[in-house]
């Protein structure tokens, strides 16, 4: 009895392991300095045999390729190249024509299976495949589907891929918060996806926030908070959308940021400069973090608490800064120029990006600190402020004036084009990440 029953489940491990070959060696590397680019084709969804789904199938699709025509290092096949069409038998081997994807350039083919159709809630299978050996990359069900949902699971389905692809999928899975100015010393908190999608207002308060940042478990927003009476430390609460104001002695408050553990650090005014406290959890002064005679602003921690980038105007201009909080030694980050500001450091700990004022404006750069290399990212035309690292440590947020009001853009830590997130209308400042699906309800 127990042979049989261990030879049976034997079988089913084998069949398992046969239905779902390993995953491929292939990986497109994103973060070395040579970064290379991939070929992808979405072959049409499916319902059945050679039945294309034009529902729900057809929708997601789509939000599919919307996503990934926004990663710079991702090429869409054209559907036109594709010599027999896109429509296929089976969405997986051995139906699946890997030929007719691999002669149209696609280096990876996507397909989806809505196996008991796509007219309303439903399941979607999908999968990715190598176009060259036909191993897959990877497959995942999603269960639940709706319409309503669409928008949400082809963020996942491209996180998941991402993650397949590069190690990381938290560009998807991110929300940017930023301030959007309406007046003098006035403006609400919005949040966005970074493709674009979700964008909404969060807050309603009088007054002007500046500097928000994410809490590491997506619930709270800390920021600057201004009106004509005082500086404040705001506190946004996911769960019930209500914004509480913490104020200070000293009347100051600048660029609050998360610690990995929740904590909060931010600048304060003890006397005539400001120094970067530690807070606890509930945002009260805990010990001081950097405090010298020279103005000390804007920290910024990597994903392990221990690194901290700040600016300081301790060499006459403000320059960028590195503390290893272990230690409690300083370094200096920024060499060239005399004015560089807004320092955010990269979750891997392994670059920093900051402001520089230069002839032609302010444009961005990224220190290496591993090679020791700095790489401008940004160029004109307008100016190009108040940069920040995905949790990815590889797309890069701004503000910038290069279309004429101030608006978000997103470029990568290698620089190349940046492009535009919609934001509706209003100047736009201050975009930092979160790992968020971005609900929580707006006040």
């Not at 710079?72 to 036109?80: A, G, I, Q, V």
């Not at 280096?107 to 979607?124: K, N």
């Not at 999603?142 to 998941?160: H, M, Q, S």
């Amino acid at each position: 009895m127990w042979s049989k029953y261990c030879l049976a489940h034997l079988i089913v491990c084998l069949c398992a392991l046969l239905a779902f070959p390993a995953h491929a060696a292939m990986r497109v590397d994103i973060y070395g300095p040579g970064q290379n680019t991939v070929s992808l084709a979405l072959a049409a969804p499916l319902k059945g045999p050679a039945a294309e789904a034009t529902g729900l199938g057809a929708e997601l699709n789509k939000l599919v390729q919307e996503n990934l025509n926004v990663l710079p290092f991702m090429k869409l096949t054209d559907p036109r190249a594709v010599l027999g069409g896109i429509v296929l038998e089976g969405a997986e081997p051995p139906k699946l024509d890997f030929n007719r994807f691999q002669i149209a350039g696609a280096d990876i083919v996507v397909t989806a299976l809505w196996p008991s159709g796509d007219s309303g809630s439903g399941v979607v299978q999908m999968r990715a495949f190598e176009t060259n050996t036909g191993n897959r990359l990877f497959g995942k069900e999603y269960a639940g589907v709706t319409k309503k949902l669409l928008p949400e699971v082809a963020d996942r389905f491209c996180a998941d891929l991402l993650e397949a692809l590069t190690g990381n999928g938290d560009f998807f899975r991110s929300t940017l918060v930023f301030s959007q100015k309406t007046g003098k010393m006035q403006g609400n908190l919005w949040i966005v996806k970074p493709t674009g999608r979700d964008l909404r207002k969060i807050t309603n308060i009088k007054g002007e926030p500046l500097s928000p940042a994410w809490s590491r478990d997506g619930r709270f927003i800390v920021f600057t908070h201004l009106d004509h009476k005082s500086h404040a430390l705001g506190v946004w609460d996911r769960a019930s959308g209500q914004v509480q104001r913490i104020r200070f002695p000293g009347n100051t408050v600048i660029g609050p940021s998360f610690m990995p553990d929740n904590r909060v650090a931010v600048s304060l005014s003890n006397g005539r400069t400001p120094d970067i406290y530690l807070l606890n959890h509930a945002f009260q002064k805990e010990r001081a973090l950097e405090s010298s005679p020279y103005i000390n602003v804007s920290p910024s921690f990597d994903s392990t608490g221990t690194k901290m980038a700040f600016t300081s105007n301790r060499l006459g201009g403000p320059q960028i800064f590195m503390k290893d909080l272990s230690s409690g030694a300083v370094s200096r980050v920024s060499k060239g120029g005399s004015y560089n500001t807004e320092a955010n450091i990269s979750p891997d700990g392994t670059l920093v990006v900051y402001s520089r004022m230069t002839d032609y404006g302010h444009r961005i750069f990224v220190q290496d600190m591993l090679t020791g290399e700095e790489r401008q990212v940004s160029f004109g035309p307008g100016s190009d402020e108040q940069p920040s690292f995905c949790a990815d440590s590889y797309f890069i947020a701004f503000a910038s004036t290069r279309g004429g009001g101030r608006s978000i853009y997103l470029t990568t830590r290698h620089g190349g084009e940046a492009r535009k997130v919609p934001t509706g209308v209003g100047n736009a400042s201050f975009p930092r990440w979160g790992l968020t699906g971005g609900g929580g309800k707006g006040k």
